[in-house]
């Protein structure tokens, strides 16, 4: 049996995913999260093999959550199923773990394949969806490392390499802590880094700050 959390905001959404998949007899519903908070909380206690993850949530987004569980050991594979049809959002989702990118608008044969191909480590993607990551990767390729970055991540990052904790960073950005937390782990992905402590140093080196500021561990 593969076990499922479905992740969304929109009641409906959620009661038609799990009406949909529990025709299918090798699938277990194992539970339902509205925010992506309570989705980290589910993937935790029920330990389910795929997540169905929706983009657009209030208090943690769908990429917070993959940014969040970037450094889990036990990790589900997820599925983004969104609507926001943004080519960005799409490679970021990607570069953050997430299988496979799928629209609402998909069938439901192709929701269940993505659930039984992530579960053994497979990716499925709608065609015009495979073509834009193409496209996204190479023009990434392309680009200079801090143009990966959104302008709060800068600002998150220029923080970082002044040493500052996520409490500092967020009293000093107007930000709450666990969305500094989702900018930090953004960060280490598109920058290919492993912790903030390179970050700090991928600052100065990149001159956002003035080498002489010190650098301290954060929490």
């Known amino acids: 049996m593969v076990k499922v959390l479905i992740v969304d905001d929109h009641e409906v959404v959620r009661h038609g995913l799990r009406f949909m998949l529990a025709q299918e007899p090798d699938f277990e519903i194992v539970g339902e999260a509205v925010d992506g908070v309570t989705a ?6 029920c330990e389910p093999d795929v997540v169905l993850l929706d983009l657009m949530m209030p208090v943690l987004d769908g990429l917070g959550v993959l940014h969040a569980l970037r450094g889990e050991q036990r990790r589900p594979a997820i599925i983004v199923l969104t ?5 960005a959002k799409a ?3 990607v570069r953050a773990g997430a299988l496979s990118y799928l629209p609402k608008t998909t069938t439901a044969d192709r929701v269940s394949e993505a659930v039984r191909a992530a579960a053994t480590g497979g990716s499925v993607f709608e065609p015009g969806v495979a073509a834009a990551l193409v496209r996204r990767w190479r023009e990434h390729e392309r680009e200079g490392p801090l143009e990966r970055l959104s302008a709060r991540e ?3 990052l220029v923080e970082l390499s002044r040493g500052r904790s996520n409490r500092e960073i967020a009293r000093s950005l107007s930000l709450g802590e666990q ?6 782990s953004s960060i280490l992905t598109k920058l290919d880094l492993q912790d903030r402590t390179q970050a700090a140093i991928f600052g100065l080196q990149h ?3 003035p080498l002489g500021e010190a650098l301290r561990s954060g929490d």
């Not at 980290?40 to 206690?45: K, N, T, V, W």
């Not at 609507?83 to 080519?87: G, L, N, P, R």
Request: proline share 0%; charged share 35%; net charge negative.
């Open 154 to 156: 800068r600002d998150v």
């Open 40 to 45: 980290l909380a589910e993937i935790r206690r």
């Open 207 to 209: 001159g956002l700050v």
């Open 83 to 87: 609507s926001y049809a943004d080519e």
């Open 179 to 184: 969305t500094v937390k989702s900018h930090v």
């Open 91 to 93: 490679m970021e989702a």
